[in-house]
């Protein structure tokens, strides 16, 4: 599987999904934007070290000839979380000049699952537009948009209720979170 954490606010939620796929064995190929490490110090008050302590393999962002950045590396699927408004529309717009958006590129035109985790609100016409073509592309728009009738009592039950939901689309089975069970 491979994971890119973009320069948006939302860290946390990356900390969670790379927690999650450690607990379900999945290997993890992991490329950390510059400004998602400035992000993680704001809000976790870490490095990308934090980060990288959960991959199996971490990239840097300007290496364009990681081999995620081929088509003819296999993998499970990909998802970008937080996903950054810039990183949206690199991804929306095929404008691989990095890493991230490159790998999500390959995801793209090899048919693999794409998610983007866009945390951002609100959403200005030009980041809309950007998450309607990235879907109309073939990747699914996961906003980090946590429900609440599992009555969540901490921030933890919020992260994993979205982490879940990432599980789901990329169909690794986990009980990460409750799940809807009726009123």
Do not use: C
């Amino acid at each position: 599987m491979v994971v890119g954490v973009s320069g948006a606010s939302g860290t946390p939620y990356a900390l969670d999904l790379l927690r999650a796929l450690k607990q379900a064995g999945v290997e993890v190929h992991l490329v950390v934007s510059e400004g998602a490490a400035r992000v993680l110090e704001a809000e976790l008050e870490a490095g990308p070290e934090a980060l990288f302590a959960l991959a199996d393999v971490r990239y840097d962002e300007r290496d364009l000839a990681a081999p995620i950045a081929s088509g003819s590396f296999p993998t499970r699927g990909m998802v970008v979380v937080p996903a950054s408004q810039a990183t949206l529309a690199r991804v929306a717009y095929g404008l691989a000049d990095n890493l991230i958006a490159r790998a999500a590129f390959v995801h793209l035109k090899e048919g693999r699952p794409l998610v983007l985790v866009p945390r951002e609100t609100p959403l200005p016409l030009p980041a809309l537009r950007a998450m309607t073509a990235a879907a109309e592309a073939g990747a699914v728009i996961l906003p980090a948009s946590p429900g609440f009738y599992h009555r969540p009592a901490k921030v933890e039950d919020l992260l994993r209720f979205v982490t879940q939901r990432i599980l789901d689309r990329l169909g690794i089975a986990l009980d990460w979170a409750p799940r809807w069970g009726g009123p």
